[in-house]
């Protein structure tokens, strides 16, 4: 992995469906990109798809896989993710159908979890494809069924189509998660088509909440004795039989590589993979941090852009000057948030000692970094939004003049560094001897 030393006066930064240019009016100041030594990879993704399908991980070959089944239920992502899906989807339905009877049924449905639901003009734009869908809804209990609960205690309710069927195909993406380790896989059934509070019991695994912090496993980019990924793995035995296509895209967002086959096994070699390839490493500890939440969608909630943040976390020096990129053109993007405003760590941390409550893993994040570093934020959001989770409000116009102001005050480095990726990219230090 390297840095690559990018001398340019001004810095064009994803924001929203563009881009945000500004100058950086500070003399003699290296600018150092972050960015993964990602190889040349293949761009025939149709040819990949359909090797993935016929030589799968862990699975027999699609067409085997749906030899006997009737009724096949098709798990989408929804608009928060980025797939692609106008470039494959096409072609994992042209697949599916070749592969099933001509009195067999297939129904697609979208994985929204907590998420809220979107327009049936948006979901067209993002699937790329006409089709026939249902979306799920996490709070309609009519549509939901218990199935069991798991060994670390939740409550598994899922959207009952996934128990009307013979077999289930999913498809989700793979980027590093900040506490689940890695999206894809399994998480496209649950917490995508689970009940909210199924959901938000599965979420706080993540925290250890007498000490008010996250479980030391639940990290950006691991899977290895993490409660959350292991306590949704369970679900796997109560359903029928099901088939994962986990897409990864190039940092342009194009399709790059399919892993599919067995929901786990298959996700788990696309998580090395994706591991691989979107590491980067830096010597030296990161004082001053340009950061994007990577464009939309990954920046249309604070909910969602968040995620960014944890993604440079493990890197920064103390006192880091953040300065973080997001639209959020839905505003924070969870209801919860408005019970958490104006909460310190320590308020936090008491609540969680009387029992978890919906998004205290996220806003606990979000004061964590707070807390320790200065983070300005270039988004839509209200000022207050942002300054009631102690993060700081910067117009656009003022960048340039904040970092050079930032820089002359402390003199502590004549770097700064620029992650536009997002949580694509996870950021790691190197620890010389």
């Not at 500070?26 to 600018?31: K, N």
């Not at 948006?122 to 309609?140: A, P, Q, R, S, V």
């Not at 205690?153 to 959207?159: I, K």
């Not at 899977?223 to 990864?248: G, M």
């Given at each position: 992995?390297?840095?690559k030393?990018?001398p340019?006066?001004n810095?064009?930064i994803?924001y929203?469906k563009?881009?945000?240019?500004f100058?950086l009016e500070?003399?003699?100041?290296q600018?150092?990109e972050?960015?993964?030594?990602?190889t040349?990879?293949s761009s025939?993704?149709v040819s990949n798809l359909?090797?993935?399908?016929?030589?799968?991980?862990g699975?027999?070959?699609?067409?085997?896989?749906m030899?006997?089944?009737?009724?096949?239920?098709?798990v989408?992502?929804?608009?928060?993710?980025?797939l692609?899906?106008?470039?494959?989807?096409?072609?994992?339905?042209?697949e599916?159908?070749r592969?099933?009877?001509?009195?067999?049924?297939?129904?697609?449905?979208?994985g929204?979890g907590t998420?809220?639901?979107?327009?049936?003009?948006?979901i067209?734009e993002?699937?790329?494809?006409?089709?026939d869908?249902?979306?799920?809804?996490?709070?309609?209990e009519?549509?939901?069924?218990?199935?069991?609960k798991?060994?670390?205690g939740?409550?598994f309710?899922?959207?009952k189509l996934?128990?009307e069927?013979?077999a289930i195909?999913?498809?989700a993406?793979?980027?590093?998660?900040y506490?689940?380790?890695?999206?894809?896989?399994?998480?496209?059934i649950?917490p995508?088509?689970?009940?909210?509070?199924?959901i938000?019991?599965?979420?706080s695994l993540?925290?250890?909440?007498?000490k008010?912090?996250?479980?030391p496993?639940?990290?950006?980019?691991?899977?290895?004795?993490?409660?959350?990924?292991?306590?949704?793995?369970e679900?796997?035995?109560?359903?029928?039989?099901?088939?994962?296509?986990?897409?990864i895209l190039d940092l342009a967002?194009n399709?790059?590589?399919f892993?599919?086959g067995?929901?786990?096994s298959?996700?788990?070699?696309?998580?090395m993979?994706?591991s691989?390839?979107?590491?980067a490493?830096?010597?030296?500890?990161?004082q001053?941090v340009?950061?994007?939440a990577g464009?939309?969608?990954?920046?249309?909630s604070?909910y969602?852009?968040?995620?960014?943040?944890?993604?440079?976390?493990?890197?920064?020096a103390?006192?880091?000057?953040?300065?973080?990129?997001?639209e959020c053109?839905?505003?924070?993007?969870?209801?919860?948030?408005?019970r958490w405003?104006?909460?310190t760590?320590v308020?936090?941390?008491?609540r969680?000692?009387?029992?978890?409550?919906?998004?205290?893993h996220?806003v606990?994040?979000?004061l964590?970094?707070?807390?320790?570093?200065n983070?300005?934020v270039?988004?839509?959001?209200?000022?207050?939004?942002?300054?009631?989770f102690g993060?700081i409000?910067?117009?656009k116009?003022?960048?340039?003049?904040?970092?050079?102001?930032?820089?002359?005050?402390?003199s502590?480095?004549?770097?700064?560094f620029v992650?536009p990726?997002?949580?694509?990219?996870?950021?790691?230090?190197?620890?010389?001897?």
């Amino acid at each position: 992995m390297y840095h690559k030393y990018n001398p340019m006066p001004n810095l064009s930064i994803p924001y929203g469906k563009s881009y945000s240019i500004f100058p950086l009016e500070c003399t003699g100041l290296q600018i150092v990109e972050l960015k993964p030594d990602i190889t040349t990879f293949s761009s025939d993704f149709v040819s990949n798809l359909r090797e993935s399908l016929s030589f799968p991980v862990g699975s027999t070959p699609l067409t085997h896989f749906m030899r006997e089944a009737k009724k096949v239920l098709l798990v989408l992502s929804d608009p928060t993710r980025k797939l692609s899906y106008e470039c494959w989807l096409h072609i994992l339905l042209e697949e599916i159908r070749r592969s099933i009877s001509s009195s067999s049924r297939v129904f697609s449905i979208i994985g929204t979890g907590t998420h809220r639901a979107y327009s049936h003009q948006n979901i067209l734009e993002f699937l790329g494809t006409e089709i026939d869908y249902l979306i799920h809804d996490c709070d309609n209990e009519p549509s939901l069924v218990y199935l069991g609960k798991s060994s670390r205690g939740t409550e598994f309710v899922v959207n009952k189509l996934l128990t009307e069927v013979d077999a289930i195909v999913t498809t989700a993406s793979i980027t590093f998660h900040y506490f689940s380790g890695f999206t894809g896989g399994i998480k496209a059934i649950f917490p995508g088509l689970g009940g909210r509070d199924a959901i938000t019991y599965n979420h706080s695994l993540s925290l250890v909440p007498q000490k008010g912090e996250f479980h030391p496993a639940c990290r950006p980019g691991n899977l290895n004795n993490n409660p959350v990924y292991e306590d949704f793995l369970e679900i796997v035995k109560l359903l029928p039989p099901i088939f994962s296509v986990n897409v990864i895209l190039d940092l342009a967002g194009n399709p790059i590589a399919f892993f599919s086959g067995d929901p786990i096994s298959a996700h788990r070699e696309g998580c090395m993979y994706y591991s691989r390839h979107f590491s980067a490493r830096t010597s030296e500890a990161l004082q001053y941090v340009i950061l994007s939440a990577g464009g939309y969608p990954r920046d249309i909630s604070l909910y969602q852009a968040h995620k960014a943040l944890k993604s440079v976390e493990f890197a920064l020096a103390e006192q880091a000057e953040i300065f973080f990129f997001a639209e959020c053109t839905e505003g924070l993007g969870h209801p919860a948030f408005h019970r958490w405003e104006g909460s310190t760590k320590v308020d936090v941390v008491k609540r969680l000692k009387k029992g978890y409550e919906p998004l205290a893993h996220l806003v606990l994040s979000l004061l964590n970094l707070a807390e320790k570093h200065n983070i300005y934020v270039i988004s839509s959001l209200p000022p207050d939004d942002l300054l009631s989770f102690g993060m700081i409000p910067l117009g656009k116009d003022e960048i340039g003049r904040e970092i050079a102001k930032s820089i002359a005050i402390s003199s502590r480095s004549e770097k700064i560094f620029v992650q536009p990726f997002g949580a694509e990219v996870l950021v790691s230090r190197e620890i010389m001897n």
